[in-house]
Structures are given as structure tokens and as C-alpha cells.
């Protein structure tokens, strides 16, 4: 149904280790908006990303950080991982600017920190 | 800050039949959008259908409708006619119209399972 991508589909790191996820957003959309879904709960905002710059932020420590490329595909990055980071992320993309914009999301990264 | 409760952890219902999920939501502010999400194993979440808090009107994709209360502050998801596919986790979203970051809230979610 969506364009938007994301890569790896699963990963497994330990504590205190870092790790970057990637999102491709549907052709067209300008915005990337990153969601923590833990286990048996709805996704949590973490981040929107729109024109390269950060746009807004939820309850997220500073050690989970982002980026926007040109081609408005994004990146999530987590540093010090803690146990409590196992989860979903989800990305989804928009287009800021049109009144009836609706997010596309990914099929998700599923993260498991030992 | 805006909140969501989904207040059936699980439902299930017999192939055919109807189903409602409940949905409710606490926002101080009058424009705003709601949504009902499905997400299946695949983990892929899809959106079932939209409602914009200005319109009054119901909002209803074929065998998907919903029940919008303003006042009340209730969005439930009217499910017509199961069908084995509509198994998944639903979530209802809210989503402010305010500018600045468009991001969505969601409830807890509901697991439906569709009994054959």
C-alpha cells in the first residue's frame, strides 16, 4: 500500500551499543515522523523531521537522535542502547503544507537490545 | 496534552457478524483529526479510515464506519460483515490540526480476532 521503506527489518545489538535505522519516504512527501512501539503498546512519538530539520520532539531522552537527507529520507540513531530501547520503530512520511496529508508508514525495525 | 484510551485490550467476534471498538479521547482543542489504524502481524500499520472533527458526518469506507461523538469525546469503529483478514491490532489516533508538528497520538490498542 505505501512507498515508505525501512531498513534493517531486524537487528539485535547489545547495551551501550549504538544503532542507526533508516527510512525511505514515499515519493513526494517532504516530512518523517519516527514512532517507538514497545511490545503490546501503541506507537510513542519520538521525532518529525521536515525540510532537513527537526519539528517537534516527544518524551525522548537526547541520545536518540535523527537526521534528513535532501531526498527527505531519514535516519533515527540511538546512542548508550538501555534494555527498555527493545521495540517497533516506525517511520512515516507526509506532506507538510496539505491540509489533508495522511502518514504512510513502514513496515517497521524491530530492535532487540541484550 | 492530548490523550487516548482504548478500553478493550481484545475482542473477538464469529465471521459475518459486527463488531465495535471503543475509542475515547481528552483535547482542549475543537480541530482535529481521528483515525483507526489496523495493524497485522506484518507489523504494517494501515490506515481504515479518517474523521475530521469539523464534519459531522460520520465517516464510513465500505464495510468500516464510525461512530463520532464530539461531545462526548468518543470515536468508536463499527466493523460490518468480519471477515477472516480483518484479524489485527486496531488503534485509534488523534492528530491536531494546530501547525507545528503534526504527530499522532495513540491508544493502547485492540487485538480482534475473527472466529470462522
Known amino acids: 500500500e505505501t512507498g515508505v521503506t525501512q531498513s534493517p527489518t531486524h537487528l539485535i545489538k547489545t547495551r551501550g551499543q549504538q544503532v542507526t535505522l533508516r527510512c525511505s519516504s514515499q515519493?513526494?512527501?517532504?516530512?518523517v515522523s519516527w514512532y517507538q512501539q514497545a511490545l503490546g503498546q501503541g506507537p510513542q512519538f519520538i521525532f518529525q523531521?521536515?525540510?532537513?530539520?527537526?519539528?517537534g520532539r516527544g518524551n525522548f531522552p537526547p541520545r536518540f537522535s535523527g537526521l534528513q537527507f535532501p531526498n527527505y529520507s531519514s535516519e533515527l540513531n540511538v546512542n548508550a542502547l538501555e534494555l527498555d530501547d527493545s521495540a517497533l520503530y516506525l517511520c512515516?512520511?507526509?506532506?507538510?503544507?496539505?491540509?489533508?496529508?495522511?502518514?504512510?508508514f513502514g513496515p517497521g525495525t524491530r530492535l532487540t537490545v541484550l | 496534552a492530548q490523550t487516548v484510551t482504548q478500553s478493550q485490550p481484545e475482542m473477538s467476534v464469529q465471521e459475518a457478524e459486527t463488531v465495535t471498538l471503543s475509542c475515547t479521547y481528552d483535547?482542549?482543542?475543537?480541530?482535529?483529526?481521528l483515525f483507526w489504524y489496523k495493524q497485522p502481524p506484518s507489523r504494517q500499520m494501515i490506515l481504515v479510515i479518517r474523521?475530521?472533527?469539523?464534519?459531522?458526518q460520520n465517516a464510513t469506507e465500505n464495510r468500516f464506519s464510525v461512530n463520532f461523538q464530539k461531545a462526548a469525546k468518543s470515536f468508536s469503529l463499527k466493523i460490518s460483515d468480519s471477515q477472516l483478514g480483518d484479524a489485527a491490532m486496531y488503534f485509534c489516533?488523534?492528530?491536531?490540526?494546530?501547525?507545528?508538528?503534526?504527530?499522532?497520538?495513540f491508544g493502547q490498542g485492540t487485538r480482534l480476532t475473527i472466529n470462522p
Open positions: 515519493s513526494g512527501h517532504n516530512t
Open positions: 512515516a512520511s507526509s506532506l507538510t503544507g496539505q491540509p489533508t496529508t495522511r502518514e504512510f
Open positions: 483535547t482542549s482543542e475543537s480541530d482535529y483529526y
Open positions: 523531521y521536515y525540510r532537513e530539520e527537526e519539528n
Open positions: 489516533a488523534y492528530r491536531s490540526r494546530i501547525q507545528g508538528a503534526q504527530k499522532l497520538v
Open positions: 474523521q475530521e472533527a469539523y464534519k459531522q
